[in-house]
């Protein structure tokens, strides 16, 4: 089945090394880089691990093969009922919609052609290259006044025949999963990965699940409700 996530290595396999940490950039300079750098001048450190870390995802390099099996979906609309979900990194919007729709997407095939368009280098400013793209944004997190995304939250659902969109990207510093928009978007970034937790110690393993079209949020301590099922209410009321 589809991955509905892009690869982690995705970013770095379109040469976009903004993700990649400068103590690893650094430590690639040092350990790695022909001649090497002595560990006492950093910003050359840096800038020769970056080009040891470009030619590690180059065609021929150690992590090359790794830029073709990141091509897969980075969205994907799951489930049935009031379980049925749109899956994505970090969002869609309206506007993400729009330019679709205008660049000659079908109504019926929105996630099929936001898919498309992400690996088609004439969208690259808006999908791969973008802060405000589908892997990029952070609106839905960051905006604190719910009034200002609930409503674009909901267009983007019906649009696409979903109850619900799962984003990761955006850590929740409480290190629990959050429901916005009365469930409408799911927020399950926690920084389950133990890689990270030296630097977010609030990080912690958590997984979503919806049941009867209902949100819960799995702890290795527990089991909460995050949204409780509203499929039977009127779109004005959702």
Known sequence: ??????????PRGQEDF???????LVRLGVERAQP???????????EAGLAVWKRLWGPD???????????RPIAAVRGQGGC????????VTRRHLVTLLEAGAHHADLVGALNRAFWDDSHYRWTRGSDEGPVGMRAYDAVEDETKICG???????????????????????????ARCRGAVLLIDTVASYAYHEKAPWGRVSAAECVAGSWY????????????????LPDDEL
């Open 1 to 10: 089945g589809a991955d509905p996530h892009p690869s982690p290595h995705l």
């Open 18 to 24: 903004r993700y990649v940490a400068d103590e690893e």
């Open 36 to 46: 090497a750098i002595p560990p006492v001048d950093a910003a050359a450190a840096k």
């Open 61 to 71: 390099g150690d992590w090359g093969a790794l830029r073709d099996t990141a091509r």
């Open 84 to 91: 049925r979900s749109l899956f994505v990194h970090a969002g």
């Open 152 to 178: 674009e939250v909901q267009t983007v659902l019906r649009r696409v025949g979903a109850k619900h969109m799962v984003v990761g990207h955006m850590p929740q510093l409480s290190g629990n999963i959050r």
């Open 217 to 232: 949020a799995l702890y290795e301590d527990g089991k909460t409700l995050l949204a409780k099922d509203e499929s039977g």
